[in-house]
């Protein structure tokens, strides 16, 4: 995660690096900031359920099919009896 997370920042030095930290203190306040870490960790936390969600989803459909085949194999099975 640290070499994506590097990977997105590109050649940044730490020079560039501290003063977008001190543009950012700015803009927001030593007090907004903390408010807006934990909006931005409730987004991702939102985000990351609803891609469960959507995962629960697509797999749904896949067991309700191969459960549909279960039962209809022993049909089958008495109907050639």
Known sequence: MLNS????????GTTELII??????????AKKIPELMKGIGKGVRSF???MD????????????????DKKKEPESEESTK
């Open 48 to 50: 990351k359920e609803g």
């Open 20 to 29: 977008i930290v001190f543009i950012i203190l700015l803009l927001f306040g």
């Open 53 to 68: 969600e959507v995962k629960d989803e697509i797999g749904k459909p896949l067991e309700e099919a191969s459960d549909k």
């Open 5 to 12: 997370i590097l990977l997105l920042f590109g050649n940044l």
